[in-house]
């Protein structure tokens, strides 16, 4: 009882004393956060109101990181300016990562229809449009009295992730991919380039074109002490606990081996050979244990080697910590770590932060000829590794027009781009208004104002518009009906491969088993059918 | 003979031998308390840590790190609403699934006590109930969801309540039960022979002399309603989050956010161990008069 | 005295025939009855429920009846078998390691040396701690590099473990949440079992023997057999259940390392929306639990009359 007394008297004492957790600086940063946010307010479009909004409300379903955390926090911080705007309200549901497909697809299948929309992650779009639970949006994109959105400066990819066959069901919010991270400061230190010469025969690739590049940089900052004696160097940073997204890297690896153009006048073109991916078009059947899939887990393998340990423990707060935290010369992550680098209050590494789009490869699989081939320079894959959070409406919601005013306003350039300068929404750029001259209508000291360093933000704007705008290829998403399950079950075998529990073949092995499992049990006629929508197959 | 400290003492000098092993023990007892307490050490001073010290070793604050309140001001003022909904529901689900389970235990754990049956044994009808402990949550909660489903009840406290009642009920009958065998049927037989009805006899007269035993039992089964998981996880979404659930919240697409999960964790645990210090010697005696007299 | 006799029966008090018996009856019953129904209503009805999905197959349109196709699947995969070895693995290791450092703290707890009050108080809070934020904060504390484990380690000059990225260390990470949650639960209860012991008792086995442990396993251990029985019993069904710490601490993995039967149940009906096949992993668990419990009643169940 003592013990127990005197640790609540200690408690109180800090409460009492206080320790100063805000510091000055914070304040102003506030101040120019709101200025900011009031000039995008006045410039963005905003349509023409209906007066009936007045005084309803809807409920907007999305991802649990508070008021100022991803995804959520922009939805909180622009409702003082909804209700401006339109005299209507809405209430945020949070629900934690892990558990948005269960909740979200519970509510939507049962009669509850808690949620008039949902901010979530694409990979649900097959299961929403399977089961008619969402409304597609085309008549809003197009009424003057809704908020416009430029569709034109959407990235590609993105506009794909946010139609399904004919259809627009989605609104521009956000844009996930993943991007290459590293040491500026590192790769520009002759010490260091002179010794990768010396033991790679080349000279260090700055930034690295190719992922066995990558693979050879890796090894070797993780064998040499680049952060001072006794300190830790590891060569790379990859969040690969298993139930943690990790399976994204290896998809991104996996892309450039397995995705190749079409021949003839449109490299895009989708065959059954080529910018396929997941599954044959014509039959469902797996890829995933063909050969360049093989390579890339191999790859990977040898990756987790060329870093800590402990990476198969690491969620994305642990894996991006060593990196922010300076313990690692590079990191393969999404869109939050040069936002992170800059602000965080764990990032040692502001300034020295360098960005690259994903890396390719030289040699692609050639799926008809079942060899090998070399790509004519390097094949290069983007990739929308990620969430990308995007509102859909509800079929059930009881006023679909001021949710779709809602969602379409976020999606307006001036909204949206002003999400993406400010690190906390944790929205990542993905249109021209996000990108630089000459080619975008972005300012460097957009982000500079932001509490960017300079340099880290080109970097870090330019890799995503070289992956987003200039790539020739890209990685499909899966959307189709069961994503869930297929993803958990890739997710699950990788982290068995990569633990060492089995070979690289048998985990792909098994999660082909899977796969086909799954494919049968939803219906296989069904599935190939959603499939060939989801990536626009239409024979050849 | 009883010392001070309600434990029982070997009456005599102490040997050499004897001290020995109560320097022994007092090392165990040393260790054991470290052992006990150090997580929720490590849960208060992770609370007050910025999120770069989470991550570098600190153990003492102010000598190793920089202690910080943000965390708690973050969690108190912008989750403020949520968290005390969390605690507010995990309030309400405990108490009416405790007051539920005992209500129903109390009742059968008299007529497994004082009667007895004929078809079903009272060793089944006891058995019958204890194989409730027995039986996986992963076996009903699909069912529930889907029951919760088509009745409307998803997300709502009732549902909750009556699950974690369900849960809980056998430590009710069993313990009750107990308790009741341990007083002397003579007690009754006066009320009995002045014409009361079971039910009073019960109400008036069995049921104050089990006291401890009621309270023990109560206190176990909102204790256990508390920190009940799966099912607040399934079967709840917006209005009926229970605590234990939101401390799952603080894990999100970047991560778990440790600093956030030491706040919820010390600020689901403290109602609990309130409680618990307040009546543990309730808890002791209930625990172990249900286990021993067995 | 008649306070362990369960009850006068209906012959009882000789006074009148059957329609006291039958009033009798009707009041037993009474008392009983609400318990009984509830139970039913919430745990029979819901388990007939789990059988009967078991035997469908969750596709695109709905459920389909497939009969015994689910299990026949289960029992060619690797994934349940995984699943269910850890758990078995898990509940061993857990009730052993409880059952043993329970005991020697009620017995150092027994001798009454100073403090004994104060750590029987304190030793309650670790039941009543949520077994999800333990996990959570296992993460801080298991951390490789730099946690606090880690670090007393390193300061012994012994090389850090990767407590959650080795399918082994993982298992032993998710094991000492769990003993040290469920220890005091084992201390409380052989403490008080240990002070039914007659002081009279120990003192004659003292007279004969100077060595404590004779006494302990010739008197002590037969005497607070009951009390073992029931801990041991209980330990190792909560145990089977676990479910909040890998989902926690792990998310079963590296791989599918700490994956428990629960969590398989869990992730494929309510994540992969896989109903049938979920439920055909709870019934399995339900057949193991009945076998245990039939072995429980065998020998403990005459202790309930």
Partial sequence: MAKRCSTYAVLAGFLLVGTAGVSQAAASMDELEKSTADKAFAAAPKGKPNPAWKGQTFTIATLAAGPRGAISGPLYFWKPYFEKLTGATYRVVEIAFGDMQAKIETDFASGASQYDAVVGGQFMMGDYVANDWIIPVDKYLNDPSYPKTDLDSIAPAYKALDRWGDHWYAFNNDHDGMILYYRRDLFNDKKWQDQFQAKY???LPNPPKTWQQLLDVASFFNSVEWNGPGKEHQGVSLHLKVGEQGFFDFLSIAAPYVVSAAPGGNPKKVTRYNNVFWFDPTDMKPLVNTAPFVKALETEIALYKAGSSAQLSWALGEAWNAFLGGQAAMCYSFGDVTPLAES???????????????????????????????????????????????????????????????LAWQGTPEINHWNTTWGFTGINPGTKYDFFAPFGTAKVEDYVNAGYDRQDAIDYVNAYQKQDFEYPLQLPYLRIPGT????????????????????????????????????????????????????????? | MTDRDGIRRLGGVPARSDRLKDVVASAILVLAAIWVLFPFYWAAITSLKQPVDVFRLSFVPWVQ?????????????????????????????????????????TLAGYGLARFRYRGWRNRDISLYFLSQRFLPPAATILPFFYFAQR?????????????????????????????????????????????????????????????????AAGIISFAFTWNEFLFGFVLSYSR?????????????????????????LLLAILPPAIVVLIVQRYIVTGLTLGAVKG | MSTTLAARGPEGDGAGGTSWRRSYHLRAWSFTAPGVVWVFAFTIFPLAHTLYLSLQSTGLGGNRFVGLRNFVRLWSDYRFW?????????????????????????????????????????????????????GYLGLTIFYQQGGPINNVLAAVGLRPVPWLSDGRWALVSILAVDVWQWTPFVFLVVLAALQNVPAELLEAARI???????????????????????????????????????????????????????????????????????????????VLVMVVAIVFYRSYGSTYE
């Fill in chain 2, 151 to 215: 009745l409307d009840l998803l997300d709502t406290r009732i549902i909750l309540i009556a699950a974690n009642a369900t849960f809980t009920m056998p430590f009710a009958v069993l313990l009750m039960r107990d308790a009741f065998h341990g007083i002397p049927i003579e007690m009754e037989e006066a009320a009995r022979v002045d014409g009361a009805s079971s039910l009073q006899i019960l109400l008036r007269i069995s049921l104050p002399l089990t006291a401890p035993t009621l309270v």
């Fill in chain 1, 201 to 203: 025969k080349y000279a």
């Fill in chain 1, 344 to 406: 965080a209050a764990n990032s040692v590494i502001k300034a020295k932060v360098a960005a690259s789009p994903t890396p390719g490869s030289t040699e692609v699989w050639d799926f008809q000829g079942k060899k090998w081939v070399k790509a004519s320079g390097v094949n290069l894959v983007g990739n929308v590794d990620g969430a990308s959070w995007s509102g859909v409406i509800s079929r059930k919601a009881k006023n679909p027009d001021l949710v779709a005013y809602f």
């Fill in chain 1, 484 to 540: 869930p399950a297929y993803l958990e079950s890739l997710d699950v075998h990788l982290s068995e491969a990569l633990s060492g529990h089995v070979s690289a073949q048998e985990a792909l092995n098994r999660i082909a088993s899977d796969w086909d499992e799954i494919t049968d049990r939803l219906g296989r006629d069904k599935q190939v059918k959603f499939y060939r929508e989801a990536i626009g197959y239409t024979g050849g």
């Fill in chain 2, 240 to 264: 009926a989050v229970p605590m234990s659930v939101l401390i799952a919240g603080t894990q999100d697409v970047m991560g778990v956010q440790f600093w956030y999960v030491s706040t919820r």
């Fill in chain 3, 208 to 286: 004969e023997t100077s060595s404590s442990w004779p006494v302990l396993t010739r008197i002590t251990f037969p005497l607070i057999r009951g009390p073992l029985g029931t801990v041991i019993i209980l330990r190792i069904v909560e145990a089977f259940k676990v479910f909040d710490i890998p989902f926690t601490l792990t998310n079963g993995g590296p791989g599918v390392a700490t994956r428990s039967l629960t969590y398989d149940v869990y992730t494929t009906g309510l994540r992969n929306q896989n109903f049938g096949y979920a439920a055909s992993i709870a019934v399995v668990m339900l």
């Fill in chain 2, 65 to 105: 790190f920089t202690p910080t309140l943000s965390n708690w001001r973050s969690e108190l003022f912008y989750r403020g609403s949520a968290i005390f909904g969390g605690l507010g529901n995990s309030f309400l689900i405990g108490l009416g699934a405790c007051l539920v389970a005992m209500a129903l235990g």
């Fill in chain 3, 82 to 134: 995984s699943a269910l070895r850890l758990t078995l693995t898990f509940v061993a290791v857990s009730v052993v390691v409880t059952l043993v450092v329970g005991t020697v703290l009620a017995l150092a707890v027994n001798r009454g040396v100073r403090g004994t009050r104060v750590f029987r108080t304190l030793s309650i809070l670790p039941m009543f701690a949520a077994p999800i934020a333990l």
